[in-house]
């Protein structure tokens, strides 16, 4: 990749990941809720769901990925019932405040978050019209080589997993300030509202 190249698409990236859209509300919501505790393994959902975009753009399969809807419309659905699984969970947790030592996703846990963000972003439109419409204006992809795809795949990983870790962290930041057992349930209404939101948002795009 020139550096040209590298400097137009690093931000418009950038703008793309961290601008407003189901995965930004799901993870700020999930964070808000049950802190930082498997936010990685969905982190690395949306990394692999984003990759998978890219290589369906880069191989030439947009086409395919655009005109066969059934398989699309499937994986938004299988998305959106995540987004609801995970609103309902988070109703229905107990309202405790935040300590300063947070248990560790089990690998169970890790995976549904991981498997989740990853039904998320491959039915998630904002993320299908970049990869298909939009990279394709900053990047030809008939001048992609091997060594071309390997370094938009590392500026895929570095960049999505800086911003979304940071919308964690801030998240997390915020929810460490709750310290009354009301506000702690008035927060996990209000983040389960808004994944049920996000998924109905999803399912009805």
Same mark, same amino acid.
């Given at each position: ?15 793309? $990941? ?7 509300? @799901? ?6 809720? !049950? ?9 690395? &959902?949306?990394?692999? &769901? ?5 290589? +369906?753009?880069?191989?030439?399969? &947009? ?29 229905? !947790? ?18 549904? +978050? ?8 491959? &039915? ?10 939009? !990279?394709?204006? $900053? ?9 071309? @795809?390997?370094? %938009? ?11 979304? !870790?940071?919308? $964690? ?14 506000? %702690? ?21």
């Amino acid at each position: 990749m020139t550096l040209s190249a590298f400097l137009l698409f690093v931000p418009v990236y950038a703008l793309a $990941v961290a601008s407003p859209g189901p995965a930004v509300a @799901a993870i700020v919501a999930r964070t808000l809720a !049950m802190g930082s505790r498997g936010a990685l393994a969905f982190t690395m &959902g949306l990394v692999a &769901g984003d990759l998978t975009w890219f290589a +369906a753009a880069t191989l030439g399969l &947009g086409l395919l990925a655009q005109t066969y809807q059934p398989l699309f419309t499937a994986v938004k659905y299988a998305g959106a019932l995540y987004l609801i699984y995970v609103a309902i969970s988070i109703w229905r !947790m107990p309202a405790k405040p935040m300590t300063d030592a947070e248990p560790a996703a089990t690998g169970n846990s890790g995976f549904r +978050a991981f498997l989740g963000a990853f039904l998320l972003t491959l &039915g998630n439109p904002k993320t299908m019209v970049f990869f298909l419409s939009i !990279m394709p204006l $900053v990047v030809s992809p008939e001048q992609i080589t091997l060594v071309t @795809a390997l370094e %938009i795949a590392a500026i895929i990983f570095v960049v999505l997993t800086a911003i979304f !870790m940071g919308y $964690v962290i801030l998240a997390a930041r915020a929810r460490r300030l709750l310290r009354s057992t009301e506000a %702690i349930r008035r927060i996990n209404r209000t983040t389960a509202g808004i994944m049920a939101g996000t998924a109905m948002v999803v399912a009805a795009r």
